[in-house]
């Protein structure tokens, strides 16, 4: 059995996150977009978690699902829910100051709370829903480990600069220097937006790690940007974690448990993939960046150096390597964007919500449009140049201006002239 699940989220107790992320709302939503596992996220927050204790209850399976009265009647399918949350350490070690992310999985209510009175004694947890910590990545994983083994460490985002193992501006140039004894009680690690699964085949390093990808949600319609898909023979935690404990690269034969593939977002929309200067609105690419010494051409300080070129800088092999073993991926456009590029209006007009509802609900939610539903059944369903959008999503065929310095890229589907034509021939 198939099943779509999107780890990293926040509640409305992270810093700049919607009010909305309350979880009977994270439920309705997640079932709109057809994830059929959701993280909680922030659960070391004291008023979140006695949220998620008082709404949620174990599965027979070992996860958890919100109560059948706080479910909303649109609701198109019963997403389940797992305790996860995401913690910053912010530390010094050999001289080199290191901020890093790191997303935990906890395998039931009984730990969280441990963990939460574990990590109490020491941090801050009311203060954000992501905390910080002032403890290395090492000592975090082994802290929680002892906790309970069960525990999975998945390191967040890997290669945004500001705040990850492999930042250009915050992490290390190895996972190794970073987790030392405890570098093979690490399954996975996580693409994030800005990179996606090739660029990440592309270090050798990385051949021990699965890689996951997951949504970072702030607000219940960003669920699901990434997400994993798993193939489990029950929907429970021990499955979940024989999948993500399962390297296809180190074995010849496929338990019952695994990673199906992932669900990317486009990288180059992440808003760290190229280098850049947010403030004089100048984004350039790796090789420029050299050139200039990573200087901004025009304010001569220190650019932000994106993603692209922090893979370039540690991979070990060429561009467009692959491994076969590697669980494939997929790309996508979250659709509420693709409609919106289709009519060229914004994304939260109503022409755009309205063909938006009406397809999630006929086809089962947004990842069977996106990437099962057939393209003529779309048609039929909306117009030719939604449908047309969506094939081309399905085939790559996009223009895209990279992100860059904390600025989303900006996608393209089509140029006016195409859309005019398009929406033209369509009336005859
Ligand atoms: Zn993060
Ligand atoms: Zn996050
Ligand atoms: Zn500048």
Redesign the pocket.
Request: proline share 0%; net charge positive.
């Given at each position: 059995m198939q099943l779509i699940a999107d780890f990293h989220v926040h509640s409305r107790f992270s810093r700049a996150v919607s009010k909305d992320m309350n979880l009977p709302t994270m439920h309705e939503w997640a079932s709109y977009k057809g994830i059929g596992l959701v993280g909680t996220g922030d659960f070391t927050h004291p008023t979140w978690f006695a949220e998620m204790r008082e709404q949620l209850r174990p599965t027979a399976e070992g996860l958890l699902e919100l109560k059948p009265e706080l479910r909303a009647k649109s609701a198109i399918a019963n997403p389940l829910f797992i305790p996860t949350t995401e913690l910053s350490c912010i530390y010094t070690e050999a001289g080199a100051s290191h901020r890093i992310h790191l997303v935990i999985l906890a395998p039931d209510l009984p730990t969280v709370e441990k963990i939460n009175k574990s990590l109490g004694e020491n941090f801050n947890l009311q203060s954000d829903g992501r905390p910080i910590l002032g403890i290395s990545a090492h000592d975090l994983t082994e802290k929680l480990l002892n906790l309970n083994p069960k525990i999975l460490v998945i390191p967040a985002h890997v290669w945004t600069p500001w705040f990850s193992l492999f930042g250009s501006a915050s992490g290390y140039d190895s996972a190794q220097v970073c987790f030392r004894d405890l570098l093979n009680k690490i399954p996975a690690i996580e693409t994030g937006l800005s990179s996606d699964p090739p660029m990440n085949w592309r270090w050798s390093e990385l051949d021990k790690f699965n890689i996951v990808s997951a949504g970072d949600s702030h607000s219940p319609r960003k669920l699901g940007r990434e997400a994993t898909v798993f193939e489990l023979e029950k929907f429970g935690f021990k499955e979940l974690t024989e999948a993500l404990w399962f390297n296809p690269l180190a074995h010849a034969t496929r338990p019952k448990n695994y990673i199906a593939e992932t669900l990317e977002f486009f990288p180059e929309e992440g808003k760290y993939h190229l280098d850049g200067?947010a403030?004089?609105q100048?984004s350039l690419l790796p090789a420029e960046t050299k050139k200039l010494n990573g200087l901004?051409p025009?304010?001569k300080?220190p650019l932000t150096i994106g993603v692209l070129n922090r893979v370039e800088k540690l991979a070990d092999r060429p561009e467009g390597y692959k491994n076969p073993k590697r669980p494939p991926y997929r790309t996508l456009v979250p659709l509420e964007e693709a409609i919106g590029e289709a009519l060229d209006v914004g994304a939260g007009s109503k022409a755009v919500q309205e063909i938006w509802t009406s397809l999630i609900k006929k086809f089962g939610g947004e990842f069977n449009v996106l990437l099962e539903t057939p393209i003529a059944d779309i048609k039929n369903a909306s117009q030719e140049i939604v449908a047309e959008a969506i094939d081309r999503i399905r085939n790559g065929k996009l223009i895209i201006e990279g992100g860059y310095d904390g600025i989303f890229g900006v996608i393209k589907i089509f140029n006016p002239k195409e859309r005019k034509k398009i929406q033209q021939a369509s009336l005859f």
């Open positions: 200067h403030k004089c100048k901004c025009v304010c300080k």
